[in-house]
């Protein structure tokens, strides 16, 4: 009779090891093996996340280790949420969240259904359409700023063609009214790409099948897009629009590349916002309180958001 | 046998302890700085300190717009990547403060350096913490001031003269006063020169960094802006948002809509200079680190360009500082190394070389010298403007003071949100509310 592996481990465990387990249940043996992960989790996840729920009622600044800690309650809290400019940084957040969304939704779906459609040379397309999505945020922002040259800018020079206006005579970054719409032009053509690529999947998903089905039922092209691929990839396109809300909501690099929040704060996004409190001004306090303030909003939001796509997918 | 061991062990101690005293040793010293023309400079300049100390050099230098946030994160931090540290002026409040940089009276004192030596606004600015003290926690390293740059062969058109003594009296010369200044820029804005269309002028309107700050200030000053008063360092009300002051931020925003080029919302040192050197503009607000570059500068360079001071405002006559003090970071592990190093460069004669190279030097040895303001055609501009330096806050919370000025500055300015005196009140408000968190109020 050989042996089995189990047996050979059990006989080269030594006998005091083996007594010890043999003493353990089944589930005291699992915690043994997640725990390395679960401290890790813990030290790097939970410990910071509450260690910045208590900073953020401390008045502590981190560039001033010698300075006495004062515990301030909710100060920070209150001082955060009436404060103006902090809600206008909010405003500039939800305009960029909003329009970015809508515009790579429309196009992305757009896009994907006609990469869809069978023709030559479709995958040359849609490796073209991806590319701006390959590069490196700050690198679009820095290119982006001289596209928008009012002297030099092929941007402005573009629209100067179609609408005769003169290039110089607008500046997309250096106005107050169109500067918000640069950075959603940038991030609508960085990341289009990315969702056309998660609505071909949900386009690729659909079996024929359900179109034959529908064309042997007489049913027209414009009632199978609304009743076949529309409800069908609608799970799709939920989750690039929270992939794309996630991201957009913490964007940081693009627009500090392409503004600098300028002019004045119009396209001062809270996190560019946030890491001027805590990495330039050092108020770490208050930078905390903000912190879980956008914490409880982001994850909240997103809560409520895969609560209603589990219900579009059980549908 | 223990007899030996012991031989051995005398042995190694006092070879170990001789090449200690005689300082034979050898470290890599790390000198930190913003990237720009002079940290080339001094790279060359510091190969002589390598081969008469023995010890070498490494650099870590970081573009200005993300020089302070880099730097004072690595102070902040603790770090030890950097020995030598040429910091910004307005840090030394901070770092004086945390215990980043180390004092150097003593080193001073035993050294035989002083800081008579050097242009006193350089000390007061670069080393000294508090302000008027004694306390020294840097040497002036490199001398700084915001000046002026102008077209030369523009202004000595025939054409361009005539025309422009028949709109406003005078000769087409270098401004007498901010007003004069204006009317200049104005005259260029969208002339055709050579077949291309020019501009006024290149300001500082940069909104992330520091940028619009230190260009408005040019203005605010000399219209009457002040920091606090002699009695009360930080009385804010009437002193920053004074009727003065409110005209001079008026004025930088009219200068601002007149004269400047397109798309220069968000400009410095860099997009400032490119401008200038492309030929785009007729004048050129920069730290006068520049001049030898335009000096040098194949398109712009020699008889083509001329340099002036900030000009003078209804309210006096300042221009703001730049320029650096060179610092040992108190967490280093050389900083007898460092020390070495300082000492070296306040020789004179290192001191003569810098200013060779490019570096602005603050040793009055070097700058009161015969035939210094012949050695270059901007060193008599370069003199006259230390002469007339006002600073931005020292204090430790100089860099949320920054902000907030950035801030409501930019606002004003570039994206024309309500008026000056509005902006000037915020920010007095937002100084108010820094100064009582930091005990100060």
Redesign the interface.
């Given at each position: 009779m050989t042996d089995s592996t189990l047996d050979r481990v059990a006989r080269a465990t030594p006998p005091r090891v083996a007594r010890r387990i043999r003493g353990l249940s089944d589930r005291a043996i699992a915690w043994i093996f997640v725990a390395p992960t679960i401290i890790l989790l813990l030290a790097v996840n939970i410990f910071p996340l509450i260690w910045t729920i208590y900073l953020s009622f401390t008045?502590y600044r981190?560039?001033?280790?010698?300075a006495e800690v004062e515990w301030v309650g909710l100060r920070n809290y209150q001082r955060i949420l009436s404060d103006p400019?902090i809600w206008q940084t909010m405003q500039a957040t939800a305009h960029f969240l909003f329009w970015t969304l809508f515009f790579q939704v429309l196009i992305g779906f757009a896009l994907a259904w006609l990469i869809n459609q069978k023709f030559r040379g479709n995958n040359l397309w849609t490796t073209i359409i991806v590319l701006p999505m390959m590069l490196s945020p700050a690198v679009v922002g820095n290119f982006w700023t001289f596209l928008?040259?009012?002297?030099i800018?092929i941007f402005n020079n573009i629209i100067s063609f179609f609408s005769g206006a003169d290039p110089?005579?607008f500046?997309m970054?250096?106005?107050?009214r169109l500067a918000p719409w640069s950075i959603v032009i940038v991030d609508t053509w960085m990341w289009t790409p990315f969702v056309m690529l998660i609505c071909l999947a949900g386009l690729r998903s659909i079996p024929d099948s359900i179109y034959e089905a529908a064309e042997c039922d007489r049913a027209s092209k414009w009632r199978q897009f609304w009743t076949i691929t529309v409800p069908m990839v609608l799970p799709f396109l939920m989750l690039a629009v929270l992939f794309r809300g996630i991201e957009n909501f913490k964007m940081f690099d693009l627009v500090?590349q392409l503004?600098?929040?300028?002019?004045?704060?119009?396209t001062e996004l809270t996190s560019i916002n946030l890491k001027?409190e805590a990495?330039?001004?050092?108020?770490t306090g208050y930078a905390s309180a903000y912190a879980v303030i956008l914490f409880v909003t982001v994850f909240g939001l997103a809560s409520i958001y895969v609560k209603a796509l589990n219900r579009v997918k059980n549908r | 046998m223990k007899t030996k061991a012991r031989l051995f062990a005398a042995t190694a101690l006092v070879g170990l302890s001789s090449l200690a005293s005689t300082g034979a040793y050898a470290a890599n010293l790390t000198l930190c700085w913003a990237a720009w023309d002079p940290a080339n400079a001094l790279i060359e300049l510091s190969r002589d300190f390598e081969e008469q100390s023995g010890h070498s050099m490494s650099f870590e230098f970081v573009p200005w717009p993300n020089f302070?946030?880099r730097m004072?994160?690595e102070l902040?931090s603790r770090g030890q990547l950097c020995d030598l540290m040429i910091g910004d002026s307005q840090w030394i409040g901070?770092a004086a403060e945390?215990?980043h940089y180390i004092q150097l009276n003593d080193f001073f004192d035993a050294e035989g350096i002083s800081m008579d030596a050097f242009i006193p606004a350089t000390v007061e600015g670069y080393a000294a913490w508090p302000k008027g003290s004694t306390n020294y926690w840097a040497l002036p390293a490199f001398a700084d001031v915001v000046g002026w740059t102008y077209r030369r062969d523009w202004f000595a058109r025939e054409d361009l003269q005539a025309e422009f003594r028949e709109l406003h009296g005078r000769d087409l010369d270098v401004p007498a006063d901010l007003q004069e200044l204006k009317e200049i820029a104005e005259f260029f804005q969208g002339r055709e020169i050579d077949g291309r269309t020019v501009y006024g002028a290149a300001l500082f309107t940069?909104?992330?960094s520091e940028g619009i700050t230190m260009g408005v200030t040019n203005v605010l000053y000399n219209f009457g802006f002040r920091y606090g008063t002699a009695d009360n360092p930080y009385q804010l009300e009437g002193t920053v948002n004074s009727p003065g002051a409110v005209e001079g931020l008026e004025f930088y925003r009219a200068l601002y809509e007149c004269c400047t080029?397109?798309?220069?919302?968000?400009w410095y040192m860099s997009e400032t200079i490119d401008a200038y050197r492309s030929g785009?503009v007729a004048l050129q607000m920069n730290f006068a680190f520049i001049w030898p570059g335009v000096d040098q500068d194949a398109n712009v360079g020699g008889d083509r360009s001329g340099y002036f001071t900030n000009p003078p405002g209804p309210d006096g006559h300042f221009a703001q500082l730049g320029g650096q003090g060179i610092s040992v970071v108190s967490y280093s592990q050389n900083q007898d190394a460092a020390l070495e190093y300082i000492k070296w460069f306040a020789q004179p004669e290192i001191q003569q070389r810098w200013w060779e190279l490019g570096g602005f030097s603050a040793l009055n040895d070097v700058v009161q010298a015969d035939g210094f303001v012949d050695s270059q055609p901007f060193a008599q501009t370069f003199l006259d403007s230390m002469e007339i330096v006002q600073d931005f806050w020292a204090e430790?919370t100089y860099?949320?003071l920054l902000?907030a000025m950035q801030?409501r500055v930019?606002?004003?300015v570039?994206?024309?949100?309500g008026t000056a005196q509005e902006a000037l009140d915020a920010l007095v408000r937002d100084w108010t509310e820094i100064f009582e968190?930091d005990g100060k109020m």
């Open positions: 008045n981190a560039n001033r280790p010698n400019e928008y040259q009012p002297q800018g110089t005579s500046s970054i250096g106005d107050v500090v503004t600098g929040g300028g002019p004045g704060s119009t001027r990495f330039e001004k050092w108020r | 302070a946030d004072l994160n902040n901070l945390s215990g940069e909104r992330g080029p397109p798309g220069s919302s968000d785009q430790p860099a949320e902000l801030n930019h606002r004003y570039i994206a024309g949100e968190d």
